[in-house]
């Protein structure tokens, strides 16, 4: 049956019952992944997808001491009162070793000084600046390096990349008294943001509060075979657990009282941060190499990973291409299926092809937009583009709880095949309300799902896309992010995987920050993705 075999055996029943005829015989035309559906690579799918790599529960242990160790955070001294804390408008940064001409490839150092809401000195650290260097006339930045020497100084180096001027930028996202709170909070209240579950049963329905950790004394406990993770509901009286059908979003719980809000104030997080600075003028280098290596898996991420010029994305990890045209596109993805597993962040990259691409059009398969599964085809070009949101916890609209998948269960449904399949993946942002084990426990599952994928698939190109930036509020916040970034990155290193670096892309653009940044830095996302889907 050509492509219908390649795709999931969970999705063979739904795809036969959903789709037209008529989209059944487009997608039968994908006739160049026919060897996916060998009954060789089948056998070795249904022998294999059981199997984790080798662990025991002591180097399981010893691993998640470790990544909790890289996110390890200077302690704040008890009983600091408001007034005492960090605080943007006192707080100054000047240059360490100015220059009177710089050139392109030199670094420059600014050193931030953390004062108080009284202008006196900072003693210890903990504070989170973000520090970009950017010029909006040239449509140019780059992220900085930000060091906490743990004194109540702090130095962000940054790499000088193009020709023209630039200023530096930063902002205090929250000081150390504010991160402390955040990070106590995360761990002590995972019940701030809750969900919602629907059971429907011999007519009659029932709304209940459902989480990553029960929610009451009685509770409906749901456990997935394969990943061994649970999720729970309160149990409905007079309701069996098998009637629970539907899920969404619920709500956010006030988890501060009126002493912790003061440090976590609108007017005080995520500030800009003043200085006397003026622009510098950055000359031109005299000689240049692109020493850079064409776009594949497993390439190391430097610090910078890219810079902004002109609107358009620089890689520093690889030779990125630019996909200016919607051909541009159909030539890299003809012949390709493209699996996007993940969140609305990921969606969007999904709704910027739909959207850039006329001859790629949306499948309908009848369930709600927002969390999906939505599908395209380009029959005339030949390829697929789908896009599923990850598994419970999930901030969207009312969905079918069969529509939730969990991403380790559907890599291992992937039986593999030569270099046509595409994995898309991201795992991050609706985890932040919750301690760092819950998603240590997630991204694992997903990395030994790879590891599994591309021992049967070696040809399978997977590409992990990273946290956005613009999270600013104390239930989820960029601290946050940062912290299962950091662990995302080490969980995936070493393996034959492309990063995209977008928590570097969406914190040094021009534009505003925001969870959903706006389609130029969509573009360049996707354009990042493509660049390793099809390096030359």
Sequence with gaps: MGLIDSLYNSDLQFYFFEFSH????????????????????????????????????????????RLIKLIEWPE????VDFMSSTSPKTTFYAFLHPQEVYHVGDRITVIISARDHYGRPK??????????????KLKAGVTGSVIDHRNGNYSATFLLLWPGDAEVHISLVHSSEAVS????????????????GYFIHNGSSATVE????????????????????????????????????????????PILNATEQQFLQKSITDQTISSTLRKITILPQTSS????????????????????????????VCRNRCFTYPSNVTSCLKGKVVYMFGDSTLRQWWEYLINFVPSLQR???????????LLATDVEHGYLVQWRAHQRPLSMKRTRVQELRYIANELDNIGGGDDGLVIVINCMAHFVFFPVTFYLQRIRNIRNAVVRLLERSPQTKVIIKSGNTGFFYEHG????????????????????????????????????KGTHPQEIIIKNMVDSMLSYICPE
């Design 363 to 373: 499948v309908d398969l009848h369930v709600s937009y927002a969390p999906g599964p």
């Design 181 to 196: 709170i955040i990070s106590r909070k995360r761990d002590s209240r995972p019940d701030k943001i809750y969900y919602l």
């Design 76 to 79: 704040v001294p008890s009983g």
């Design 22 to 65: 008529i989209i059944i015989f487009q997608l039968l035309t994908l006739r160049s992944l026919g060897k996916w559906h060998t009954p060789a690579v089948m056998s070795s799918l249904s022998s294999n997808t059981s199997q984790s790599p080798k662990t025991s529960p002591d180097s399981d242990q010893e691993e998640i001491q």
């Design 477 to 512: 916040s960029d601290w946050l992010s940062l912290q299962l970034d950091t662990l995302m990155r080490a969980v995936f290193s070493g393996l034959p995987v492309a990063l995209i670096d977008v928590w570097q892309m969406t914190s040094c653009h021009y534009l505003p």
């Design 210 to 253: 459902c989480n990553v950790q029960p929610p009451g004394p009685d509770v409906c406990t749901y456990r997935d075979v394969q990943s061994r993770e649970e999720w729970f509901c309160n149990r409905p009286k007079g309701f069996p657990c098998s009637a629970y059908q539907e899920h969404s979003a619920g709500a956010r719980r």
């Design 123 to 136: 003693t210890y650290g903990g504070d989170y600046f973000q520090a970009k260097l950017h010029s909006p």
């Design 289 to 316: 190499t692109d020493e850079r290596s064409v776009c594949r898996p497993g390439l190391p991420i430097p610090d910078p990973s890219g810079y902004y010029y002109q609107d358009v994305w620089q890689s520093h």
